[in-house]
């Protein structure tokens, strides 16, 4: 049984090797290459994308901190220390979501980083490619001619030309797969994305809470040591004048 399967396979083989045009397989080498290309430059733009999205929210949660604290100041100029206290509150809990998309998008950056310079690895050695491809088709081409100008002057057969084949077959397919190997390799090295969700347990929730109230209380502090400081100034100069 293992006799006529190695038999089939010798058989199959010969037929691919005399049907198989080696210059047809490094095309489309390169353009697997290409894909793969284009598929790692998606990847990066996506990246960018998310990354660019990450920042405008951080330049709107920035916005809405400078307007939460002026409401608190001009909460307790009303003598509406329950409004201003809210307001506080809402500034300090969009505080921790400014200090939570910082952290992101520092990931973001990074992984940005290494898919660019994965990327232009990458590219350089598919141009490498290109360039041996095209060498390789031409002194193919040549040899080809070559054969076929001997053999109708020397009447030799086709069948002899199978061992030749066989050895530029196996060179041709060596090639292809080191630029496999070297592509997969920087693939490899570029890392994967970054999970950027991520679920806070109730301590953390709890331990967040306390942190905003405490630094309602110190803002609140702060806001009414102001006021009592610009009244006594109001007072002193009306006594002056």
């Known amino acids: 049984m293992n006799r006529v399967s190695t038999v089939i396979k010798q058989k199959v083989n010969m ?4 049907y198989e045009d080696p210059r047809e397989a490094l095309d489309y080498s390169y ?3 290409l894909e793969m290309l284009n598929k790692l430059r998606r990847s990066l ?16 949660l920035w916005e809405n901190i400078h307007l939460l604290d002026e409401q608190a100041r001009r909460s307790l100029d009303a003598n ?3 409004l201003a206290k809210l307001a506080l509150e809402r500034k ?6 400014v200090q939570s ?37 031409a002194q193919y081409s040549a040899a080809e001619a070559q054969v076929k100008i001997k053999e109708s002057v020397t009447g030799i057969s086709e069948e002899m030309t199978d061992v030749g084949m066989a050895m530029d077959r196996a060179e ?10 070297q592509a997969l390799d920087d693939m490899m090295n ?21 942190t905003v109230q405490s630094s309602v209380e110190e803002e609140l502090a702060k806001l009414k040591s102001e006021r009592e400081r610009k009244k006594k100034q109001q007072v002193e100069q009306e006594a002056q004048q």
């Open 15 to 18: 037929l691919l090797d005399k």
């Open 31 to 33: 353009v697997k290459q």
């Open 45 to 60: 733009a996506e990246v960018m994308t998310a990354r660019k999205r990450l920042e405008m929210q951080k330049s709107k």
């Open 80 to 82: 509406r220390e329950d």
């Open 92 to 97: 300090n809990a969009n505080l921790l979501q």
């Open 101 to 137: 998309l910082d952290k992101q998008i520092t990931d973001m950056q990074q992984e940005e980083q290494k898919l660019e310079e994965t990327t232009k690895r990458l590219a350089l050695k598919v141009d490498e490619f290109k360039s041996k491809k095209e060498v390789i088709k």
């Open 172 to 181: 041709d397919k060596t090639e292809k797969m080191k630029a496999k190997s």
């Open 190 to 210: 570029s890392g994967v994305l970054t999970d950027y969700t991520s679920n806070k347990d109730e301590i953390e929730k709890e331990l967040e809470k306390i």
